[in-house]
């Protein structure tokens, strides 16, 4: 299964708005249809959003844009997620964005498997491995970050268990993971956010892997929930890891210095369509939150298991 695809000088991205009740492409024909599907969660996942985003770049050069200005249009995209910079520089940089936005999607495909390789040595077998949000397939071209280490210890034959956060308030731990693990036969219970501190409590979670939309200095950004996960992981003594490309590495900053993206009112106020708050209520929904390094066990990458900055 391909998120991403460029079939005829058009971009074609998995909906995952309506994932798990249909499996349907959107069609991005100009580098604003990308910067629509980045801004409305047609595409998400750190990894993905710089794939995407780099073919954005090649639609605006396709079709002789204003490259710098729509270059500019794609960052402003999704403030958060690094590798949406480092592919827009990388990309707009190059001879040939096309070709380059190619190489990045090839080089994607490479790395999560490599990321899978190398998480799949610390995972025992018959563990029971906890993860929140989505970091798997659908976060990347294919295969995945945090699911790619699951999905290769189970195809090493290593017998795992998996509880899936719901991850509120956009539900990717549910709609996402879920069915992507239920797709590779991998054992796998849904869980609210809320009941992942007591899971750990009662040592029936052996380890935790989160995918990353950033990681610098001091820690990893990544999906509103991580921390409160991470602050149970540590306090009864489970391993967490950070699975994610060196792409998503922000070397010059503090990750202190990261911009939280922040959304609309909307996400938390309804669910599956119907309101589950008081009209007028006020609403705070950040993105993401961070998760300080102390409290990080060792990151895997395609170059290996690192520890934490």
């Given at each position: 299964m391909k998120t991403i695809k460029w079939e005829k000088n058009h971009l074609l991205l998995i909906d995952q708005r309506k994932l798990p009740d249909k499996l349907e492409y959107f069609k991005c024909e100009n580098y604003k249809d990308v910067i629509f599907a980045i801004k409305n969660m047609v595409v998400r996942g750190a990894p993905a959003i710089g794939v995407a985003a780099a073919f954005a770049v090649a639609l605006a050069d396709l079709a002789n844009e204003d490259l710098e200005k729509a270059a500019q249009e794609i960052r402003n995209s999704r403030p958060t997620a690094i590798n949406l910079q480092?592919?827009?520089?990388?990309?707009?940089?190059?001879?040939?964005?096309?070709?380059?936005?190619?190489?990045i999607y090839r080089e994607d495909m490479e790395t999560t498997r490599a990321i899978g390789e190398h998480g799949a040595a610390l995972?025992?077998?018959?563990?029971?491995?906890?993860?929140?949000?989505?970091?798997?397939?659908?976060?990347c071209v294919d295969y995945g970050t945090a699911l790619g280490v699951i999905r290769a210890a189970h195809?090493?034959?290593?017998?795992?268990?998996?509880?899936?956060?719901?991850?509120?308030?956009?539900?990717?731990?549910?709609?996402?993971?879920?069915?992507?693990?239920?797709?590779?036969?991998?054992?796998?219970?849904?869980?609210?956010?809320?009941?992942?501190?007591?899971?750990?409590?009662?040592?029936?979670?052996?380890?935790?892997?989160?995918?990353?939309?950033?990681?610098?200095?001091?820690?990893v950004v990544n999906k509103i929930g991580s921390l409160m996960v991470a602050l149970a992981a540590k306090r009864f003594k489970v391993p967490f890891y950070v699975a994610a490309p060196m792409s998503t590495f922000d070397e010059e900053n503090s990750i202190y210095d990261t911009i939280i993206e922040e959304r609309g009112s909307d996400e938390v106020l309804y669910y599956g369509g119907c309101r589950i708050a008081p009209k007028d209520t006020e609403v705070f929904n950040p993105a993401f939150d961070i998760v300080p390094s102390d409290l990080i066990t060792a990151i895997i990458t395609e170059d290996g298991i690192i520890d934490p900055l």
């Open positions: 480092w592919a827009v520089k990388r990309t707009l940089s190059s001879d040939s964005p096309l070709e380059e936005a190619l190489r995972i025992d077998d018959g563990d029971t491995i906890l993860t929140h949000c989505n970091a798997g397939a659908l976060a195809n090493k034959g290593k017998r795992v268990k998996v509880f899936c956060n719901e991850t509120r308030p956009l539900g990717q731990g549910a709609r996402l993971s879920v069915w992507e693990l239920q797709m590779e036969n991998i054992p796998v219970k849904l869980i609210v956010d809320s009941a992942s501190g007591y899971l750990m409590q009662q040592g029936e979670i052996d380890k935790v892997i989160i995918g990353a939309d950033r990681i610098a200095k001091g820690g």
